[in-house]
């Protein structure tokens, strides 16, 4: 198997998190007690740029220049929420990147907060990691006790505090105009920009949100160099190294940092054990469940933000979930569309109501009472949700639009042979 | 009414806080650990400590996965049902778990021990297929792990 450089999960364990002292022994912290109160923001945020971070958080934005848009003049105190919600089907990633190695993450947040100048520091959770939640509440008092959290840190006159916000729980909340308003006790529904949260978030300030592993990627490019950064990636376009979660029917499922732009072929059949009982790879979802399905013809693509681009997809969260020749894609879109009609905020009409009519179409195909005439209404309905109010029913439209597109034989073998044609 | 050290507590949490209606979540999952669920004592407490309307408590409480309205047992399951335990057997999970609970989704065991709930992906499909309890995760499960889990915190009770 070709090895890589593990830069994001090198202090992983198998059982239990690295310590500060771990964390320390293999460079952590140096960028921070190089950096702090010693390179200016505005250096901090164009090395960022340079390194051309793309947010892993599933909307692939730059870090660097989402840092800029944060106006110099801007009035405190800023806010940086780190978003932990990941409730994306099939991403656990950031999971993972908690209980690997907090302070990573910790030191992340201080030098991130120290290029926009914020002093608050928020990390979002969802419920179902409470385990992770405790860990970062543990480790930030052993980080403060250190000095490098808190008032005046190591001298520098920066004071950054970092707290941790338990979420109710709701996929939404994973959006980030609807997580401030969770995070000011408000019904998170989403709010449309303008104004950009950067410019006025949390409580009318202005509030930079990343990503878990985005966070975690900013103490390695400030102590190595952006240009380091960008020759970890197997590709032009890419840059760093990314975590990809494989699920589904491989042998071995798991969160794997590889460089990024990494083949998918590899993923599968190296990384992740080969496809599960011999079974041949039929398609995956390369990104969550708001990507479209990724067709075997790509079995060789280069799992980068461009390569999946170039192909129509997206790269999104890199969750990457299998699936074989005996695995039935309608039934998958099932699945997908009823998480989605589960979790949509109802706030805007086409959304509320378009995924359960989606929903209803798809479950009677798959149960044999489909008609052809339904594939037309599905899809003209898909193409409705590109009409909401948030990015949430697009994603919702994705996997079904890709089923029209790429898997209309299956569709059809249900609607005219009555049944699931997987069923045996 | 709260007994006095949550109450002072909780207040002392919310004068800490810039900004109280940061806390709502925290309030509300504090006064649902102490009366079991959300009652409507609890909707009116948590406006109370926060200095809002029991309106706004609604709004948020009607909206969360882990708030509860309604009587809970003593052990919350939450069986994923989403893609990845999908395709490992969650359905088969599920209705293991109704036929040895004797209750459908959203139902608690008449010795008030068990409510199960289905919920979206937990965040642990490289264990799927995956439930919590009491917001700990266990998997990647079978009927026969399950019904040792369930048998084990049957006799815990007593
Ligand atoms: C419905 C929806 C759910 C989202 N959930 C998450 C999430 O759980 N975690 C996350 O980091 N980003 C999530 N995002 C993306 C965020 O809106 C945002 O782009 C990201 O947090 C920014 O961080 P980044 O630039 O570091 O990626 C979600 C977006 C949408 C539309
Ligand atoms: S698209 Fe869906 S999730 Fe987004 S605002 Fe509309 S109803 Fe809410
Ligand atoms: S699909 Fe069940 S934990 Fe993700």
Redesign the pocket.
């Given at each position: 198997m070709t090895s890589y450089p593990k830069v994001l999960l090198q202090n992983r364990k198998p059982d239990r998190i690295a310590t500060i002292d771990e964390y320390r022994e293999s460079g952590g912290y140096t960028a921070l007690t190089e950096s702090l109160g010693k390179v200016p923001s505005a250096d901090v945020r164009q090395t960022i740029q340079n390194a051309v971070l793309l947010?892993?958080?599933?909307?692939?934005?730059p870090?660097g220049m989402?840092m800029s848009t944060v106006p110099e003049d801007a009035p405190f105190p800023r806010y940086l929420v780190c978003?932990?919600?990941?409730?994306?089907p099939g991403t656990f990633k950031?999971r993972v990147l908690i209980h690997a190695d907090p302070h990573q993450l910790i030191e992340g947040m201080v030098l991130t907060a120290s290029g926009v100048q914020a002093e608050k520091g928020i990390v979002f959770i969802r419920p179902e990691y409470e385990s992770a939640a405790r860990i970062l509440e543990r480790e930030v008092g052993i980080a403060r006790d250190a000095g490098f959290v808190g008032k005046d840190i190591l001298g520098s006159g920066f004071d950054f505090h970092i707290d941790v916000h338990r979420s109710g729980g709701r996929?939404?909340c994973?959006?980030?105009t609807a997580q401030l308003n969770a995070l000011e006790g408000r019904r998170p529904n989403p709010r449309k920009p303008p104004p950009f949260p950067t410019v006025k978030g949390l409580w009318d300030r202005p509030t930079l949100?990343?990503?878990?592993e985005?966070?975690c990627c900013v103490p390695h490019i400030l102590k190595n160099g952006a240009d380091w950064f960008k020759h970890l990636a197997l590709t032009e376009t890419g840059a760093g190294t990314k975590l990809y979660c494989v699920s589904g029917k491989v042998n071995t499922p798991g969160c794997f940092e590889l460089p990024m732009g990494v083949p998918l072929r590899e993923i599968v059949e190296t990384h992740a054990g080969g496809m599960r009982s011999g079974g041949t790879f039929k398609a995956c979802l390369p990104g969550g469940a708001?990507t479209g399905f990724l067709p075997k013809e790509h079995f060789d693509i280069d799992m980068d933000f461009e390569g999946l681009k170039a192909v129509g997809n997206r790269l999104g969260t890199a969750a990457i979930m299998v699936f074989d020749e005996s695995t039935c894609l309608v039934r998958v879109t099932c699945n997908l569309i009823d998480f989605f009609a589960r979790e949509s905020c109802g706030w805007c009409t086409p959304c509320r109501e378009g995924i359960p009519y989606i929903k209803d179409l798809l479950w009677r195909i798959e149960n044999g009472q489909g008609e052809v005439a339904y594939l037309d209404m599905i899809d003209r309905m898909a193409r409705h949700l590109w009409n909401a109010y948030?990015?949430?029913a697009p994603?919702a439209a994705a996997p079904v639009q890709s089923l029209l597109e790429y898997y209309r034989d299956e569709l059809m073998a249900h609607i005219e042979g009555g049944s699931c044609p997987f069923d045996k | 009414m709260l007994p006095e050290e949550l109450q002072d507590k909780l207040e002392h949490d919310i004068a800490a806080v810039d900004h109280p209606k940061e806390l709502a979540v925290d309030v509300m999952f504090a006064l649902q650990d102490h009366y079991g669920y959300l009652t409507d004592e609890a909707v009116e407490t948590a406006a109370g400590l926060l200095g809002i309307a029991p309106v706004e408590i609604e709004e948020l409480a009607t909206f969360y996965t882990f708030v509860y309205r309604e009587p809970v047992g003593k052990y919350v399951i939450h069986v994923c049902d989403s893609l990845l335990c999908m395709l490992d057997g969650s359905e088969t999970i599920e209705a293991h778990l109704h036929q040895k609970l004797g209750i459908g989704a959203g139902e608690t065991t008449g010795d008030d021990l068990f409510t199960l709930l289905p919920v979206c992906c937990i965040g642990y499909c490289d264990r799927a297929p995956a439930i919590l309890i009491n917001r700990k995760v266990y998997g990647p499960l079978t009927v026969e792990s399950l019904d040792a889990i369930i048998d084990r915190l049957r006799a815990d009770k007593d």
């Open positions: 947010g892993r958080g599933g909307a692939a934005f870090a989402k978003n932990a919600d990941e409730m994306e950031d996929y939404i994973g959006e980030v949100v990343n990503n878990v985005t966070l708001s948030c990015a949430f994603g | -």
